[in-house]
């Protein structure tokens, strides 16, 4: 059984350090969604050496264009978007603090890189579950691109936001792990089905 831990942004080094991929995580305080439009226009703003519009050391981004708030709610469904859209610019961001990143998927070889290097973690939202997810996130506002209507940069307030620890920043993936170990079931369980040889 994996360890459960509970994180309180910003987060630091020392808070994320002690996270193995397969770890269950509880997130509570102030994070920033954005998904690949958002990111193109921040890594274009780092080039260009200009001010970004949100903090960036420190901070959890989880990958989502959440739908719009239905009456009495401060957000629609709000499950993940795949992870992979921000692989091209994710490692510039981790070179300037980012330390978690929330989404679904798999990430790219320089992405897995970067998390090590930079010291973060990845993380899996639950997929399709997006209205629960959107039941830990007490307010959002849009900080940024408006514009982008849903992929517009927004900070959340969540309480106890589920997610699960893929990558971590000793190089473990729980991906990877997870097909391994079914892979050695499944030769397990074809040799317990081998009959013996016939003498």
Known sequence: MSDVYHLKTPVSIEDIKPLRSGDRVIISGYIYTARDAAHRRLIELIDEK???????????????????????RVIGAAGPTTSYRMDPYT????????????GKGKRSKEVKEA??????????????????MAKAIKEARVVAYQDLGPEAIRELKVEKL?????????????????????????DATVKSHIPPPLV
Do not use: H, R
């Open 115 to 132: 998390i090590v290097k930079y010291k973060a973690v990845y993380m899996a939202a639950i997929g399709g579950a997006g209205a629960l």
């Open 50 to 72: 200009k001010e970004l519009p949100i903090p960036i050391e420190g901070q959890v981004m989880y990958y989502v264009g959440p739908s719009p708030a239905p009456p009495g």
């Open 162 to 186: 589920p997610a699960i620890v893929v990558n971590d920043m000793a190089g473990n993936d729980l991906y990877l792990e997870g097909q391994k170990m079914y892979k050695s079931i499944d």
């Open 91 to 102: 490692p510039k961001l981790l070179e300037l603090g980012l330390k978690v990143m929330i």
